[in-house]
């Protein structure tokens, strides 16, 4: 994995709308979940190949330090080589104050190679530090998507529990209203309501069949008070007048 593919997909990872994921899913707490799975695999990715650039700037830092330091070595080197080719020719001796100074001379080539080595080192480190830094943030980015998923997917998760036991609850008052006791009881007291109005009927019939009694009783006392007088009106007697 090259280091522009791992900071393009960290930065498409840390920069993912996770609201509007969820909003599309289906099943938004498979989707988390899959989320959190991804986001962990990726995660992991991205810190062994950020460990491995970081390895790989520091050892471009201990080299630039080493060609910085073999450098100022050579050039100590050039130094005493040339100060002691001065002391040889202040001597008289010139074949070995030129011998030293071909030597201060080598000590210099070495000196001016390390230290193009050290200047050419320079802005492959800067630009390797900006990259680490960069990956950095953007993993730390990572971390904070995969808390807020894990956060959004356990707040479903008890959402999902809420709903689940609200609709058991629901549904155990619909069971309620179909098998309503109180139904059981209209039905009893229309039962109830039949019989009393039965009673009230009997009773009803009952007091007219007693009125009707009581008329025939009025009938036959008036026929025999009819037939009274006319026994008086044929034996020659003259019937009682009112008040009489």
Known sequence: MTKQSIFGRIA???????????DSAEDPQKMLDQMVRDYSASIQEAEAAIAQTIGNLRLLEQDYAEDVATAQDWGRKAVAASAKADEYRAAGNAADGDKFDNLAKIALGKQLSAETEARAAQPTIASQTEVVDKLKLGLEAMRGKLGELAAKRDQLV??????DAQSQVLDAVKSIDIMDPTSELGRFEEKVRREEAKV????????????????????????????????????????PAIGQ
């Open 200 to 239: 009230l009927g009997q009773q009803e019939l009952a007091a007219s069949s007693l009125d009707a009694q009581f008329e025939q009783l009025e009938d036959v006392g008036r026929t025999t008070e009819i037939e009274a007088r006319l026994a008086a009106l044929k034996s020659g007697s003259t019937p």
């Open 158 to 163: 008890a959402r999902a529990k809420i709903a």
């Open 12 to 22: 498409q990872l840390a920069k993912a709308n996770i609201n509007a994921l969820l």
